[in-house]
């Protein structure tokens, strides 16, 4: 059953062979054209650093860091997607898709993974650049890390007993929920005070990116490029678009955008540094008792 986000603005649905009414048709038209506006920005940086000899700052260690975070992202939604698809939260329409799958995911899916984390990387860096935050007005706060993880524990706790208890309408929502909030927990854990701290810059890399893929997600449920079971969805929208999909992009955002601002901050390598010299102390008294 498709859920009939047309209802909602008929006209805006196009006829059949529209770009957008193929995976890789919305892939092209939403991701990819602002991911070469972002790349043109690096590619200017590069040309008139290394072409022209002009004092424009390359951080090759951010652009790692993003690529390091494609990596994870195809790692860890891999398995998480499979299971959705191999338990029927969601679906695809054969016509609307390559028909080349990796388990139980489609090719598409799989360079969704790679796009979002693309944007929503470089987008991030991109207002970093221009929302300068200095290192020095991050002050460490073990207190805030646990009262923001303790939060965030209690969220995903109740994800979790939902999905114990097997309440069908909240299936996905938990699902979304148990998986996304285990990297949001390490995150808060770590540097939930340098995440406070740059709040201003995690809302601006997080929030425009998240509502654009959300129009992306529209689109695509209103054309039937993916669909949604409604037994395992609460059926809770706002404007035509599922509670839980909007859940899905914000929640993903928020680990991209915390995940690239922690990486590249100053003060998570001086924390990570200290945080290894204690464990190596303490595995070294251990091997000394032993």
């Not at 770009?19 to 008139?48: C, H, S």
């Amino acid at each position: 059953m498709i859920l009939d986000l047309c209802a909602v603005s008929p006209s805006f649905c196009p006829a059949p062979g529209a770009i957008y009414t193929t995976y890789f048709g919305v892939l092209a038209l939403f991701l990819t054209l602002p991911l070469v506006w972002l790349l043109a920005y690096v590619a200017r940086d590069l040309y008139q650093r290394l072409l022209m000899g002009r004092p424009v700052s390359i951080d090759r260690r951010a652009y790692i860091v993003v690529l390091l975070h494609v990596i994870m992202a195809l790692v860890y939604t891999t398995p998480w997607d499979n299971y959705l698809l191999a338990n029927g939260v969601w679906f695809y329409d054969p016509q609307r898709v390559s028909g080349v799958f990796l388990g139980y995911v489609p090719i598409e899916e799989y360079c969704f993974f790679v796009l979002q984390t693309l944007l929503v990387g470089l987008w991030t860096l991109r207002v970093r650049s221009y929302l300068k935050s200095s290192e020095s007005l991050i002050v460490s706060s073990l207190s805030l890390r646990l009262r923001l993880t303790i939060f965030a524990f209690g969220v995903w706790l109740v994800a979790i007993v939902l999905w114990i208890i097997g309440w069908k309408p909240g299936t996905y929502l938990a699902l979304i929920l148990a998986w996304g909030l285990i990297p949001v927990l390490i995150q808060l854990g770590f540097g939930g005070d340098i995440l406070w701290t740059k709040r201003r810059l995690v809302a601006w890399a997080m929030l425009p990116p998240t509502v654009y893929l959300w129009l992306l997600d529209w689109v695509a449920i209103s054309n039937g490029v993916w669909q949604l079971d409604p037994d395992q969805t609460t059926g809770l929208a706002l404007a035509g678009l599922p509670l839980e999909e909007m859940l899905f992009f914000l929640i993903t955002n928020l680990i991209i955008t915390c995940g690239v601002v922690l990486m590249v901050s100053e003060v998570s390598y001086v924390r990570a540094r200290a945080l290894r010299q204690q464990v190596w102390m303490r595995w070294q008294r251990f091997l000394s008792f032993g």
